[in-house]
């Protein structure tokens, strides 16, 4: 019997020894495929998590940002009609006014709806219905939007929003 390269005896001719160390140590042929199946499932999992929670957030962004416009058109439509109608106008009318521009909107509450008279520097400075002619009267929206989406608090939930919109009373 003869000694081979690392002490070990020479096997007989024809006689395969056992794995010696010079070739790899395969596994099975299933489990490899197995492994890779289960990878490839936590890959996709990973991915698909961000690519949702990115697209959720462009759905909810333009959510947003057509909510603030919105709000800007009925601050604007409520001041217009405050301010033509200083002496026959009441603020029930003026709120209906701004409201039936905001329906369908997504705030937590109803809006709150402040209108008042304001001097030169923009400040509020009275009752609206007490502006004469060429006075600025001020009709503000502050409102808290609630996101579709959670936010995990990367933004405020409910996100607050305001308008202002000024115009120049027409009354006497």
Do not use: K
């Not at 024809?14 to 499932?41: C, D």
């Not at 809006?111 to 219905?129: K, M, S």
């Not at 502006?131 to 009709?139: D, H, L, N, Q, T």
């Not at 939930?157 to 919109?165: E, G, M, Q, V």
Request: net charge negative; aromatic share 4%.
């Amino acid at each position: 019997m003869t000694h081979g390269v690392h002490g070990r005896a020479d096997p007989a001719p024809g006689v395969r020894p056992p794995n010696s160390g010079a070739e790899p140590m395969r596994a099975e042929p299933g489990a490899a495929r197995t492994r890779r199946r289960g990878a490839t499932v936590v890959e996709t999992a990973i991915v698909l998590n961000i690519a949702l929670m990115l697209i959720l957030g462009v759905f909810e962004s333009g959510c947003l940002l057509m909510t603030t416009p919105l709000l800007d058109n009925a601050a604007r439509a409520a001041a217009r009609q405050a301010a033509s109608g200083t002496y026959g106008t009441t603020e029930q009318e003026i709120r209906e006014a701004a409201e039936r521009l905001l329906v369908g909107t997504r705030f937590e509450e109803p809006p709150e709806i402040l209108i008042y008279r304001i001097d030169t520097d923009g400040n509020p400075d009275g009752h609206w219905t007490d502006s004469a002619f060429g006075e600025g009267i001020a009709v503000q929206i502050n409102a808290r939007y609630t996101p579709i989406v959670p936010t995990f608090g990367i933004v405020p939930d409910p996100i607050p929003l305001s308008s202002r919109s000024i115009a120049r009373s027409e009354g006497d």
